[in-house]
C-alpha cells in the first residue's frame, strides 16, 4: 500500500490518544525497531497525538524547569514586562496574560508564558552559526538578580528535549518510508522554541471565549509537552468533532504534530486541533517545545505522499515564513 492509501484508511475518530514505549529507540534489533515505527505511523496517521515514555529525560531537569517557571511567573508584573515578548523581533520572552490568542473566533488565551529558542550553555562555545533568516532574534532573560539560575536551569531541560526530539525525526522518516536521516541536513540548527506556561485557575463567570489557550494546531514539526500532573486541562479534537481528553500521564510526555509535517507530508500526518481548558480550581503549568525544520528549509511534500487522487494541498513556503506568519497573526490579533 502506498503511503496515501494507508493515510486513507487512518482512523481520526479516535477515543483516546495512545502511548508509546520508546525504550527500543535506539535498538539495533530491526524487529524491535520496525515495531515501533509502526506505532508512530499509526499515532501519525490517525490522531496526530501520542505520549511517550521511557522518554530518557530525567525528572530533575523537569522538576528544575517547572521550579523556576514558578518563581519566573511570580515575578512583579514590572519585572516580567522589562522583558515582553512583543518588543523583540519573533516575539522572544513574556506573554502577559490574554495577549495571545490561539483561536479567532476566542477573545485570547487565558495564559501567561515565556518563550525562547536555541542557545547554547555556555555561550563561548557557540558554534551553531545560525541561518534563522525572518526568525532571527536573540532570548531575552529575566535579570539574574530577579532570578539567579533561571537562564542555566530551563536551557538544561531545553537541551535534554532538543536531543529527544532530534533522536524521533529518523522515526518519523522510517513511518514516512524514507530512508532514515531523511531530516538530518534538515534541522542542523535546532529551529526549536520553548514556551514556559501558566495558567491561572478560571473561577467566577466564565466566558466560553475566554479558556487557557483556544483551540488551534501547532505550527512545527512537532510538539514535547510536558504538562503538570493531577489537572486535566488538554483535549484534542477527532474527526467527529468530539473533545478527547489527554490527561497527564504520570512518566510520559506528550507528543503532538503541527503543521509543518502536515506540510511534508500533505496532511498524511495530521496536525491535530488541541486546546487547554484550565478549570480545575488551582494554577497549572505546562512545557511546549515546539521542534521545526531549520528555518530557511523548504516544506516540501514527500512525493509519495502526493497522488492525482491526493493532490498537493499547499503552497511551498520556508519553514521560517510560515512561524513568523503565525507568531505574528496569534499576537498582532
Ligand atoms: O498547555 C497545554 O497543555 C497545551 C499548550 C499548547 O497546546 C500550546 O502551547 O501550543
Ligand atoms: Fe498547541
Known amino acids: 500500500m502506498s503511503l496515501v492509501d494507508v493515510g486513507n484508511v487512518a482512523d481520526t475518530f479516535f477515543q483516546q490518544v495512545p502511548i508509546i514505549d520508546l525504550f527500543n529507540i535506539e535498538s539495533k534489533d530491526a524487529t524491535l525497531r520496525k ?19 521511557n522518554h530518557g529525560i530525567p525528572e530533575e531537569y523537569i522538576d528544575g524547569a517547572l521550579s523556576f517557571a514558578k518563581k519566573f511567573f511570580s515575578l512583579s508584573t514590572e519585572s516580567k514586562m522589562m522583558i515582553e515578548n512583543k518588543k523583540t523581533p519573533n516575539f522572544k520572552g513574556y506573554s502577559p496574560l490574554l495577549s ?18 536555541w542557545e547554547v550553555l555556555n555561550k563561548s562555545e557557540d558554534s551553531n552559526a545560525t541561518e534563522d533568516g525572518v526568525m532571527a532574534g536573540a532570548n531575552v532573560w529575566p535579570s539574574e538578580e530577579d532570578i539567579p539560575g533561571f537562564r542555566d536551569n530551563v536551557l538544561k531541560y531545553y537541551h535534554a528535549t532538543v536531543k529527544l526530539g532530534k533522536s524521533m525525526f529518523p522515526l518519523f522518516a522510517l513511518a514516512l518510508n524514507q530512508r532514515e536521516n531523511f531530516f538530518e541536513d534538515k534541522t542542523r540548527h535546532s529551529a526549536a522554541l ?27 514539526c512537532f ?23 489527554a490527561p497527564p500521564i504520570p512518566g510520559t510526555l506528550v507528543i503532538n504534530l503541527g503543521d509543518q509535517f502536515a506540510r511534508w507530508t500533505n496532511d498524511i500526518f495530521k496536525s491535530t486541533v488541541h486546546r487547554a481548558i484550565n478549570r480545575s480550581g488551582v494554577e497549572r503549568y505546562s512545557i511546549p517545545l515546539f521542534f521545526g525544520t531549520d528555518y530557511n528549509v ?3 511534500p514527500i512525493p509519495s505522499c502526493v497522488s492525482p487522487e ?22 498582532n490579533h
Open 298 to 300: 523548504k516544506l516540501e
Open 100 to 117: 495571545g490568542n490561539n483561536n479567532p473566533e476566542n477573545a485570547g488565551d487565558l495564559q501567561e508564558g515565556f518563550e525562547f529558542g
Open 194 to 220: 520553548m514556551k514556559l506556561l501558566h495558567y491561572p485557575p478560571q473561577s467566577g463567570t466564565v466566558d466560553d471565549r475566554v479558556i487557557g489557550i483556544g483551540a488551534h494546531t501547532d505550527w512545527e
Open 35 to 53: 515495531e515501533l515505527v509502526d506505532k508512530v505511523r499509526h499515532a501519525c496517521m490517525s490522531v496526530g497525538f501520542f505520549y511517550v515514555k
Open 223 to 245: 510538539t514535547i509537552l510536558w504538562q503538570q500532573p493531577g489537572i486535566q486541562a488538554l483535549q484534542v479534537l477527532n474527526a467527529e468533532k468530539n473533545w478527547i481528553n
Open 310 to 331: 491526493h493532490p498537493l494541498k499547499y503552497e511551498v513556503v520556508t519553514a521560517g515564513d510560515y512561524v513568523q506568519a503565525r507568531l505574528k497573526a496569534t499576537f
